[in-house]
């Protein structure tokens, strides 16, 4: 087994792969990040994402930027607006974001925010994003990750290499087997408050093979202010990030890019409504962590992932 690693999208990746010849495909695979980032990241300023959001009327766009569009537009709507692409603004006054955190977010700034807010203000057409009004901005980051993820695995595949795992800042994208050992095997970890994402603690261990998992939670993106806890999620629909009783959401779909996507929609939505939604959809499998009425964590399995757990046993 070959063994890769490295650094991309503010975090770092791993991958390993069996393959006859045991090529180092580092240089390719970093090049193939590149090629992401280069489309997809707010954090640089030519990026075609960031030339969307420093226009004023539209911005000329590219395959790749395209891909996360069309999968934002149909989670979006299947969240019921949980799910927004264009939360930028809010993400960016919350201190999220690719600019510094407004000095103080009150009332007025949230009302103002949302107006630019909203699926309904940008437009695609052809090869061409229009947006509504100079302010609007799009953010990817909710999937970009996972699309990330995805893009390695089809390289992989390219390259005739069907036994892989790659992860970049832990979502995750499992095909085959190995070799003499079964099932790759991942795992979800505890949702433990630490910015430095160095206390680590395995809630669960899960065999993934031919599927992609991705968690999102409010333990590693966040700060307190005032004695007040503040996460990285924010709610399109309220302006303000999210304060309930779901800690994470790990979401195993087909592929990365939308396992990425739902457990971002899943954690704006709060437990039930996550619950709830999941249940509909036969595309899915969650594992959801939440908190009682006196603190305690509990954990919320779907049927399919009991499934795999007993396949495991």
């Known amino acids: 087994m070959r063994v890769v690693s490295g650094e991309t999208m503010g975090t770092t990746y791993q991958l390993k792969y069996y393959s006859q010849d045991n090529t180092d495909l580092k240089p390719w695979v970093d090049s193939v990040l590149q090629a992401v980032n280069a489309s997809l990241s707010t954090y640089i300023p030519t990026s075609?994402?960031?030339?969307?959001?420093?226009?004023?009327?539209?911005?000329?766009?590219d395959s790749y930027f395209i891909t996360n569009y069309e999968?934002?537009?149909?989670?979006?709507?299947?969240?019921?607006?949980?799910?927004?692409?264009?939360?930028?603004?809010l993400v960016n006054a919350w201190g999220f974001?690719?600019?510094k955190m407004a000095n103080e977010v009150d009332s007025l700034l949230i009302d103002s925010l949302l107006?630019?807010?909203?699926?309904?203000?940008?437009?695609?057409?052809?090869?061409t994003l229009f947006k509504k009004y100079p302010t609007v901005m799009v953010d990817?980051?909710?999937?970009?990750?996972?699309?990330?993820?995805?893009?390695?695995?089809?390289?992989?595949?390219?390259?005739?290499?069907?036994?892989?795992m790659v992860e970049i800042g832990g979502e995750i994208l499992a095909k085959g087997v190995k070799p003499l050992e079964g099932?790759?095997?991942?795992?979800?970890?505890?949702?433990?408050?630490?910015?430095?994402?160095?206390?680590?603690?395995?809630?669960?261990?899960?065999?993934?093979?031919?599927?992609?998992m991705a968690t999102s939670g409010n333990y590693r993106n966040f700060y307190v202010r005032n004695g007040k806890k503040y996460a990285h999620e924010i709610d399109p629909k309220t302006g303000y990030p999210v304060s309930h009783n779901l800690l994470s959401a790990t979401v195993i779909a087909s592929d990365c890019m939308t396992a990425d996507a739902w457990a971002t929609a899943f954690m704006?939505?709060?437990?039930?409504?996550?619950?709830?939604?999941?249940?509909s959809r036969s595309d899915l499998e969650v594992?959801?962590?939440?908190?009682?009425?006196t603190g305690g964590n509990h954990l919320y399995l779907s049927p399919g992932i009991h499934k795999l757990l007993r396949q495991k046993d």
């Open 115 to 127: 107006s630019i807010v909203g699926a309904d203000k940008i437009w695609l057409r052809s090869d």
């Open 140 to 164: 990817f980051s909710a999937l970009a990750k996972g699309f990330g993820v995805d893009e390695v695995g089809r390289f992989l595949e390219g390259r005739g290499i069907k036994a892989y």
């Open 48 to 61: 075609t994402i960031s030339r969307f959001n420093q226009a004023t009327t539209f911005a000329l766009v």
């Open 268 to 279: 704006v939505m709060g437990f039930e409504r996550a619950k709830k939604l999941a249940a």
């Open 183 to 212: 099932d790759w095997q991942v795992a979800i970890e505890k949702p433990i408050d630490d910015q430095t994402g160095s206390v680590k603690e395995i809630e669960l261990i899960l065999p993934l093979r031919d599927r992609a």
């Open 71 to 89: 999968k934002a537009k149909q989670i979006g709507e299947a969240s019921q607006g949980a799910f927004d692409m264009t939360v930028m603004p």
């Open 97 to 99: 974001g690719f600019r």
């Open 287 to 293: 594992a959801l962590i939440y908190a009682d009425e």
